[in-house]
């Protein structure tokens, strides 16, 4: 009977390892159609995909009045930038650098902050949006009349997404950098008191124009990634109302999990290799 048991319970913790294998194999072919469907999202419904476009970047309803993901985008890299300059000034404060706060803002707000807030921001509006709107029309049956009408779901509900957010996220985190930069500099020398033209000095001459340029293709795919997941988790949801609410968890979930790694193996793959930092002008 013990030989039995353990073996039920063996049987039991691979059948969750299957389980596990099966569902990030569901998960990539989805991701693949989703990617391969961006064609046909563009050629056959492009008044969808600009409505996207609007819904994603302003919002809808009363969202719209605020201004939807661009001033919670701008909201949350203006503040990540204040606390990366107060805490920078304290911290180089404390050996006598303070002067370099200008530097630190242009180095870490492009690499690692700027991104990150970000990545963070997408998946806390348009992911979790993404994900209810599908879910809601899963358990509503809207996909399935969408399939029955030869209408293809993946193109029409997913492809149109992931393009309106590769196209909303370029204007969307050139807002996010620049409210990060505008928040460091207006924290440092209109708060803490430094002088502008230290500041504007240092910030200028370690402001590296590849580093911006990388940090844009990081906030793409960062974008991308985490319109796949939510995407995914919408279309598939089960179990009525209550399975939404289930499914945008997760979804949130596992997207800042890879907004995080997706900044680490990007900032490993161009900054890894950099043993020393020349703090000369």
Wanted: proline share 2%; glycine share 12%.
């Amino acid at each position: 009977m013990i030989g039995i048991d353990r073996l039920d319970v063996l049987r039991r913790r691979w059948s969750g390892v299957l389980r596990s294998i099966d569902e990030v194999g569901a998960q990539v072919l989805f991701a693949v159609r989703s990617v391969a469907s961006t064609g046909k999202a563009v050629r056959s419904y492009p008044r969808e995909t600009l409505r996207l476009i609007s819904e994603i970047s302003l919002g809808t309803g009363l969202l719209a009045m605020v201004g939807g993901s661009v001033v919670i985008m701008g909201l949350l890299t203006f503040f990540a930038g204040a606390t990366v300059a107060i805490q920078g000034y304290d911290s180089l404060g404390d050996i006598g650098v303070e002067a370099f706060t200008g530097f630190l803002s242009a180095y870490v707000n492009v690499r690692v902050v700027a991104p990150v807030t970000a990545g963070v921001g997408l998946a806390a509006t348009i992911g979790a949006g993404t994900t209810a709107e599908l879910g809601a029309m899963r358990i509503s049956e809207e996909i399935d009349a969408l399939d029955a009408m030869a209408i293809r779901s993946v193109p029409y509900l997913v492809g149109t997404r992931l393009t309106a957010a590769v196209i909303v996220v370029i204007p969307l985190y050139a807002l996010g950098v620049v409210a990060a930069f505008l928040a460091s500099r207006i924290t440092t020398v209109l708060v803490l008191g430094q002088s502008a033209g230290v500041y504007d000095h240092y910030f200028a001459t370690f402001l590296n124009p590849s580093d911006v340029l990388w940090s844009f293709a990081q906030a793409l795919a960062m974008a991308v990634v985490v319109m796949l997941i939510h995407s995914y988790y919408g279309y598939h949801t089960t179990g009525g109302p209550a399975g939404v609410g289930l499914a945008t968890g997760r979804a949130v979930r596992l997207s800042l999990i890879c907004v995080v790694t997706v900044t680490l193996l990007i900032s490993l793959a161009l900054y890894g290799s950099a043993r020393q930092l020349h703090l000369a002008g």
